[in-house]
């Protein structure tokens, strides 16, 4: 079963930048897709980014929230089996609790898709 462990994350200043990283041990991540998901306080859990399976292929489909469009990109290194999302110009409403998920999901961003999750990061910005 693939284990997933975040890194990354941190305190910055708003409008700053940070790049999570999902390293697997397990099975390759390049047989999953691998979501990124968010959780503030009080506030439901957020699927945020996605970046489609490997398992061979060399053009990778990702997906975006509205909420993150433009500003955060997913990427793979098959070569470590890791999925990072580096996070630019970064908001105070982007505090949260970051976690990276693993499955094969028919809605990418839907979080109840995804059975294998990292224990999640804490990205704080302040203003």
């Known amino acids: 079963q693939v284990q997933l462990v975040e890194s990354g994350g941190g305190l910055v200043q708003a409008g700053g930048s940070l790049r999570l990283s999902c390293a697997a041990s397990?099975?390759?991540?390049?047989?999953?897709?691998i979501g990124w998901f968010r959780q503030a306080p009080g506030k439901e859990r957020e699927g945020i980014s996605c970046?489609?399976?490997?398992?061979?292929?060399?053009?990778?489909?990702?997906y975006y929230a509205d909420s993150v469009k433009g500003r955060f990109t997913i990427s793979r290194d098959r070569a470590t089996n890791t999925v990072y999302l580096q996070m630019n110009n970064l908001r105070p409403e982007d505090t949260a609790f970051y976690y990276c998920?693993?499955?094969?999901?028919?809605?990418?961003?839907?979080?109840?898709?995804?059975?294998?999750w990292g224990q999640g990061i804490q990205v704080t910005v302040s203003s």
């Open positions: 970046i489609s399976r490997g398992d061979g292929e060399t053009y990778y489909t990702t």
């Open positions: 998920a693993a499955d094969l999901p028919v809605y990418p961003l839907d979080a109840s898709e995804y059975h294998h």
């Open positions: 397990g099975p390759s991540l390049d047989y999953y897709a």
